[in-house]
């Protein structure tokens, strides 16, 4: 079965709040809240491209706070997302903020076709969610998830590294609390610097400095190692390369990279790897599963490098019995 998601981005119109690192039309690349034709017409559109067969499909409403909006808009927007797949569907993700949801809440999504509930917890550390001028504390993470799971909801808990007064301490006690309130999903989001934010201000005084892209990219391999082995899926580490993300026009300072994901499953598999090689005259014969080619070698061959110039022998292959994280090594030579 391959996964697909539909995504529709809902800008921070839908959102009152200004959390200091946060432009959301910079990030998403878009300013205009959509209209019901525009859901349907991006659904309509997708499924065109989506094999009939084997596939599992979700619509996903993302940025902003979902159920920020007024609720006949939700409604609205659910609606749209129902009709236009015609039956193609097998749910609806919404992500919100923790502070907005409440038992009524989640029973009119329950109501109107959603499957999974992902909120942006940010941080389970009160002082760092101050600083970052969220707007909600700990304590809403921790209640938001508990009506979520009792309605049999898919819970997903976004965290982010890098924020002011954050370090990789406090980002590990994040990540556990997210495993211990009971979520099966995750992103992993570096705090980058946008333009037209407070954080904005900070890095241009000196208050602030981001993260480099080496730390976050080893910070993010440590913290995806940890929610695998406790059984949470990390959907994703790195924001969505944007437009304005890309070109560079939004963004400022911070750990951005348009393969931020292919360089945190490069670094998972190096550091994997580096356990089993032996030095010359040994060759390492590394076997992988098919879809793990990519991260074994790197990106842009950036394992093979690393190791090569190491001084270790190497050579990747195929093993078509591997599935998923396997591999071995066998030592030639
Ligand atoms: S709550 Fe979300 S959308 Fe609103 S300002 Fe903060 S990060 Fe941006």
């Known amino acids: 079965m391959r996964h697909y998601n539909i995504p529709i981005f809902i800008p921070e119109l839908a959102c009152p709040h200004r959390c200091v690192f946060c432009n959301q039309s910079y990030i998403t690349g878009q300013v205009e809240i959509p209209q019901y034709t525009d859901i349907q017409n991006i659904i309509t559109k997708y499924l065109e491209t989506i094999p009939q067969d084997n596939t599992v499909i979700q619509v996903?409403?993302?940025?902003?706070?979902?159920?920020?909006?007024?609720?006949?808009?939700q409604q609205n927007y659910l609606h749209a997302a129902l009709t236009a797949s015609v039956g193609r569907i097998s749910g609806i993700r919404i992500s919100t903020r923790p502070d907005y949801i409440t038992p009524n809440i989640v029973k009119m999504l329950v109501d109107n076709g959603v499957t999974h509930v992902e909120l942006g917890a940010q941080s389970m550390d009160e002082e760092v969610l101050k600083l970052a001028n969220r707007g909600h504390e700990p304590h809403h993470v921790e209640l938001a998830s508990k009506f979520i799971l009792d309605a049999g909801l898919t819970l997903g808990l976004q965290m982010m590294i890098g924020l002011p007064g954050d370090d990789s301490e406090k980002s590990a006690k994040t990540a556990e609390k997210i495993v211990e309130l009971g979520a099966t999903e995750t992103r992993i989001y570096p705090t980058l610097v946008i333009r037209d934010t407070a954080l904005e201000k900070w890095w241009q005084q000196g208050k602030y400095s981001p993260l480099s892209l080496n730390e976050a990219v080893k910070l993010s391999s440590k913290l995806y190692n940890y929610f695998t082995q406790n059984h949470v899926k990390v959907l994703r580490t790195g924001l969505y390369p944007s437009?304005?993300?890309?070109?560079?026009?939004?963004?400022?300072?911070?750990p951005f990279h348009p393969n931020f994901n292919e360089l945190v499953m490069s670094r998972i598999w190096r550091d994997r790897l580096e356990?089993?090689?032996?030095?010359?005259?040994?060759?390492?014969?590394v076997f992988?599963?098919?879809?793990?080619?990519?991260?074994?070698?790197?990106?842009?061959?950036?394992?093979?490098?690393y190791f090569l110039e190491k001084g270790y022998k190497l050579?990747?292959?195929?093993?078509?019995?591997?599935?998923?994280?396997?591999?071995?090594?066998?030592?030639r030579g």
């Open 288 to 305: 992988v599963a098919k879809n793990k080619l990519n991260h074994a070698v790197g990106f842009q061959s950036c394992n093979k490098t």
């Open 60 to 73: 996903a409403f993302f940025g902003g706070s979902f159920t920020g909006l007024p609720i006949e808009i």
């Open 315 to 331: 050579r990747y292959h195929i093993d078509n019995q591997l599935e998923g994280e396997g591999f071995y090594v066998d030592y």
């Open 275 to 285: 356990k089993f090689l032996k030095e010359p005259p040994l060759v390492n014969e």
């Open 243 to 254: 437009e304005d993300l890309n070109s560079g026009a939004g963004f400022l300072a911070g």
